[in-house]
């Protein structure tokens, strides 16, 4: 049977005068990526080639995933708390969007912001002449919004790298530091206030060292439209926001059967043992839900990732959209360009699979 | 006041809304949440909403400049005059004395899971009926649907749609997903290298790509897999797309059931002398079917949503002839309307399926020793 499918797809291609092999990346690609969205990666009609289609693809995915699953994460937090917060209202409004957000398709509500929520909302924006400013960088009129835009030189980025490791390397000495003296007197550190107080001076001098060597892009109005600075697509703000509210209500789910998850004893222990509130959440409550929190979690910024595919409905150049739908409609290349897209999705999954299994394993409880 | 204070009502609200500083606020910042979008919402929705009349004159006015402009309120019209379409697709609209077969397949499927969520029913007798319908349902679905086979006015699969659509897809979905996630879960639980590689394989490729990813390999790949003249048509190429991502989720779930079922049990069945298959039949899966049944039901759900992605390849399912129907020249403008119709229709069957394990979970719960210990 194999072999019959095999004979097929292979008289099928060769009828149609479709060579397989990966040649074809080499070839030129005869249209412009949608949107002509691509922050990162250069492509220029004429020049470009299916291998530089492929990249943009993967750099959008991993673009609109890295904004969604902090976003999505933050949100899910947010509502799994309110959804066990002794206010009544919280815990009725923030059951409902758990609900709703949750048995409704994702692509429904992504054409719902698109047709239905936002047409009006931007409908109401002002034409460019009248465009709302916010502060110095933040522009925003009925053709998009303008954002400022950082552009780094390569001495800065070095600069970046090193101050991002030495901060790094300060915080875990002085956390080694607070622990051993803990230990030993039984004093405690303020460490998480400390810790944001190094970020904070480390962005502050990194400002000032290397500042001859990156400039900030402003949005600056030229002619009739503003210019420069950053301009992310209306469909890139729509699939963020929609992955962000979608998963965020599997998120919150999550985190409040974390919570509840942990026995009421434990917490009743903490009490008579005289801790706070605050910090019965964090040393009792908290270490015990998050092994209960985590897995499902990072499993759902996999399909967080997965579900970036949608992209395809609202036209976000995606992976799935400008690789595995329209390079593949112009080559034809359907086997090697469906194992490629496969390729990649497969190793995201497998490796968050392998980040899950490792953190099972890390925490598992040692029974007696 | 003083009564007020005392009463069961102000005591209710104290601990429920007011009871610290941070409630109050959260309270506060509640209910101006709600007096912003409530009222609004209810004004647009019901109290400006138009739903008399049946074509779209009624939801649109004329403004002062003279202009034909859309009414203040939803136009449920739409919707009212749509639903046929909606809900069962275009060819039987048009012929709309045979609406009763897909009524009917849905009354059937209704009664179906009604009759086995119910309490009154023989526990052996629930097994046998459950195992007739996973076979017997499919084929009269397809026979009151389709029609050629009891002689009654053909509806091809390209012409069945809407929500009748969206059904068709998932319910085929899991049911033929079943029997093969199974046999994925008793693979890679075998220590045959060879299966366990390849269900290792097929689990993991499915349950790694999007739902889109394998629409698309099935609408592009599935052909060149045939002979040329073998013809697939549209919705056949979606259900098999389908179904092979339905069962790598359905082999997932029955394998987390085979896991919970303690050595003993498989210990047992080998010193009565049972072979692989007749251990697993008689003694492991009706264990292990029990407990995946939550499992099962929830990939159940998600594949309820995700039949909606068949949009994107260009089936007519109900999200899809929605969001047509709201583009079409008479109804253009009206998306709000469609999408929240749709939204709920989604919602309803979900959360009914969310609300149905649950009731499952206790139905199937046979610890009877422990019930019985209970009642006691």
């Known amino acids: 049977m ?102 409704t398709p994702l692509l429904l509500q992504l054409l719902m912001w698109t047709f239905a929520v936002f047409p009006p909302l931007f409908n109401q924006l002002p034409i460019a002449s009248e465009s709302i400013v916010i502060g110095s960088g933040i522009v925003l009129n009925n053709a998009g919004i303008y954002l400022p ?95 962000t509210v979608y998963t965020a209500a599997f998120i919150a789910e999550n985190v409040r059967g974390g919570i509840v998850s942990v026995n009421a004893g434990q917490s009743e222990a903490g009490m008579s043992l005289g801790i706070s509130r605050m910090m ?89 | 006041m003083n009564s007020f204070l005392r009463s069961k009502t102000w005591r209710w609200m104290y601990r429920n809304l007011f009871s610290s500083t941070l409630n109050t606020s959260l309270t506060f910042i509640a209910v101006i949440f709600l007096a912003y979008y409530i009222p609004a919402l209810l004004q647009w929705g019901i109290f400006d909403a138009t739903i008399s ?57 209704a009664g179906l899971f009604g009759f086995l969520g119910s309490g009154r029913v023989d526990h052996r007798l629930r097994w046998k009926i459950a195992i007739a319908s996973l076979i017997g349902y499919p084929l009269i679905a397809f026979a009151l649907l389709h029609g050629s086979w009891l002689g009654l006015p053909v509806a091809t699969t390209s012409d069945w749609g809407g929500l009748t659509l ?35 394989i097929w689990i993991e490729l499915f349950r790694g790509t999007p739902l889109i990813t394998i629409l698309f390999i099935a609408s592009v790949l599935l052909p060149l897999f045939f002979a040329e003249g073998v013809d697939l048509d549209k919705v056949l190429r979606a259900m098999v797309a389908i179904t092979i991502f339905q069962s790598a989720y359905t082999a997932e779930a029955i394998r987390g059931g085979l896991a919970a079922i303690p050595k003993g049990q498989f210990e047992a069945a080998e010193a009565l002398g049972l072979g692989y298959w007749r251990k697993m039949i008689f003694i492991v899966l009706p264990q292990s079917l029990k407990i995946s049944i939550p499992a099962i039901v929830n990939s159940f759900i998600e594949l309820y949503k995700d039949t909606s992605l068949v949009l994107i390849i260009g089936l007519l399912d109900l999200l899809n002839t929605v969001s047509i129907s709201a583009r079409s020249p008479e109804w253009k403008g009206y998306d709000a309307e469609g999408f929240i119709f749709a939204a709920a229709v989604y919602f309803i069957f979900c959360y009914g399926m969310s609300r149905y394990s649950q009731k499952l979970e206790q139905r199937f719960d046979t610890n009877l020793a422990g019930r019985r210990a209970q009642q006691e």
């Open chain 1, 2 to 103: 194999l072999w019959t499918i095999f004979n097929n797809v292979t008289t099928k291609l060769v009828a149609r005068g479709i060579k397989t092999g990966f040649s074809f990346l080499e070839d030129v690609a005869p249209f412009s990526i949608p949107l002509n969205f691509s922050p990162f990666w250069d492509f220029e009609l004429g020049t470009s080639v299916y291998w530089d289609v492929f990249v943009i693809g993967i750099q959008n995915t991993a673009i609109v995933s890295a904004l969604g699953i902090p976003t999505a994460l933050l949100l899910g937090i947010l509502i799994g708390i309110l959804r066990l917060s002794p206010n009544w209202l919280m815990r009725a409004l923030s059951s409902v969007y758990i609900e709703v957000f949750r048995n």
């Open chain 1, 149 to 243: 835009l950082l552009v780094f030189s390569n001495t800065s980025w070095i600069l970046f790298g090193a101050f991002s490791i030495g901060t790094i390397v300060l915080i875990y000495r002085i956390k080694h530091w607070a622990r051993k003296r803990q230990f030993n007197t039984g004093q405690t550190f303020p460490m998480f206030t400390v810790s944001l107080l190094i970020i904070f001076v480390a962005l502050v001098v990194f400002y000032f060292v290397a500042r001859s060597s990156f400039m900030i892009d402003l949005p600056v109005k030229r002619g009739l439209n503003y210019s420069g600075g950053m301009r992310p697509p209306f469909q890139l703000i729509i699939l963020w926001l929609g992955l």
């Open chain 1, 280 to 368: 019965r959440l964090r040393l009792i409550i908290l270490p015990q839900a998050l092994r209960v929190i985590i897995p499902p979690t990072i499993s759902q910024f996999l399909n967080l990732i997965k579900n970036s595919s949608l992209a395809v409905a609202i036209g976000y150049p995606d992976l799935t959209n400008i690789w595995a739908g329209i390079a593949l409609n112009q080559t034809g290349q359907s086997v090697i360009i469906i194992a490629m897209t496969i390729a990649v999705y497969e190793i995201l999954s497998l490796s968050i699979a392998a980040l899950t299994n490792w953190y099972n394993a890390k925490t598992q409880i040692t029974e007696r």
């Open chain 2, 53 to 109: 009349g049946d074509d779209a004159s009624v939801c649109r006015q004329i403004n002062e400049n003279g202009d034909l402009v859309d009414g203040p309120g939803a136009c449920w019209t739409f919707i009212k005059v749509r639903m046929p379409q909606f809900l069962f697709g275009l060819w039987y609209t048009s012929n709309s004395d045979e609406i009763w077969r897909p009524v009917l397949a849905f009354l059937l499927l």
């Open chain 2, 166 to 200: 969206t059904l068709v897809l998932s319910v085929i979905g899991i049911i033929v997903a079943l029997p093969i996630g199974i046999v994925l879960a008793l693979a890679r639980n075998s220590t045959l290298p060879v299966f366990k590689t390849i269900a290792v």
